[in-house]
């Protein structure tokens, strides 16, 4: 496994050199992503406010990193180093749209997408949206208790505007874009060229957008989803996927986006780490 950790870090030099370069302040982290490319978030939050909201946390079943008590204190430190890594990436180039993905289900994309956006959105200025476009299983809406019967699906057909299915959260600067009904082949709602349009308008209207994708293999999805994405990370869960599926996933993705891979539930209890945490590459 540390092999093709290493050989998939030597493939994507360019997100390598990003992680490389030294720590920067996160103030001048915030203020260059805050300036941010041209159209980028500016009057939008008057708008932002009139969305429907959705109070999360209320299910037990779902960990949100900022519910939990002090046994979740490396994950959440984790999940911070993660950001600031991405921020920095995000100050250099400009990037928004990050799909988050792993090889299998169960590897922990969901929770990440989740989680890194809850800590996202407690820095300011940072209005961040995560997308449920895992329109097979809804695995986001769910872990979230968003009763949608509205959302992605719907921006896709065209049916429903963007601003009328995007939910605010009792978290601020947290917005959730639910799956929404499907019926019809998720594969039809993702071909056509609704989706390219809807990260175009996310990407005036949000700082930062994590797309929650169904998993790589063996579903067409992901190749539909992520060449629209500015980024994407690569969810890998600690003893448990196959060495020949992550790297057979690993060669389907774009090099260029690839920013990273998330090591979840690594057990570093010999480092103090309570038995659970991140690794970025």
């Not at 605010?168 to 998720?186: K, Y």
């Not at 196959?242 to 790297?247: A, G």
């Given at each position: 496994m540390s092999k093709f950790f290493y050989e998939t870090?030597?493939?994507?030099?360019?997100?390598?050199?990003?992680?490389?370069?030294?720590?920067?302040d996160i103030?001048?982290?915030?203020?260059?992503?805050?300036?941010?490319?041209?159209?980028?978030?500016?009057?939008?939050?008057?708008?932002?406010?009139?969305?429907?909201?959705?109070?999360?946390?209320?299910?037990?079943?779902?960990?949100?990193?900022?519910?939990?008590?002090?046994?979740?204190r490396a994950a959440l430190e984790a999940y911070r180093g993660l950001r600031t890594r991405l921020m920095r990436i995000q100050a250099e180039s400009g990037l928004r749209s990050i799909a988050i993905s792993s090889?299998?289900?169960?590897?922990?994309?969901?929770l990440t997408v989740t989680n890194l956006g809850l800590c996202y959105s407690q820095l300011p200025g940072q209005r961040v949206l995560v997308i449920d476009a895992d329109l097979r299983t809804s695995g986001l809406t769910r872990l979230l208790g968003c009763a949608a019967t509205t959302g992605l699906a719907q921006v896709l057909t065209g049916e429903l505007p963007p601003n009328e299915v995007i939910l605010?959260?009792?978290?601020?600067?947290?917005?959730?874009?639910?799956?929404?009904?499907?019926?019809?082949?998720?594969t039809e709602h993702l071909t056509g060229p609704n989706w390219q349009k809807?990260?175009?308008?996310?990407?005036?209207?949000?700082?930062?957008?994590?797309?929650?994708?169904?998993p790589i293999l063996p579903l067409?999805?992901?190749?539909?989803?992520?060449?629209?994405?500015?980024?994407?990370?690569?969810?890998?869960?600690?003893?448990?996927?196959?060495?020949?599926?992550?790297?057979?996933?690993?060669?389907?993705l774009d090099p260029k986006k690839l920013l990273g891979i998330v090591l979840n539930a690594a057990d570093y209890r010999g480092k103090g780490y309570y038995g659970y945490g991140y690794g970025q590459r």
């Open positions: 870090q030597k493939a994507s030099q360019t997100a390598q050199k990003r992680l490389a370069s030294q720590d920067l103030e001048e982290i915030l203020e260059n992503v805050k300036q941010g490319p041209p159209g980028s978030p500016g009057s939008a939050g008057i708008q932002l406010q009139k969305y429907r909201k959705v109070e999360l946390g209320n299910d037990s079943a779902a960990p949100l990193i900022l519910e939990q008590d002090d046994s979740a090889s299998i289900p169960g590897e922990g994309k969901t605010a959260t009792n978290h601020d600067n947290f917005f959730v874009l639910p799956a929404g009904s499907v019926s019809t082949s998720s809807l990260l175009g308008w996310c990407s005036q209207n949000f700082n930062v957008i994590f797309v929650d994708t169904p067409p999805d992901f190749e539909l989803i992520s060449p629209a994405c500015d980024g994407i990370i690569l969810v890998v869960r600690a003893h448990y996927g196959q060495r020949e599926l992550i790297q057979k996933s690993a060669r389907t």
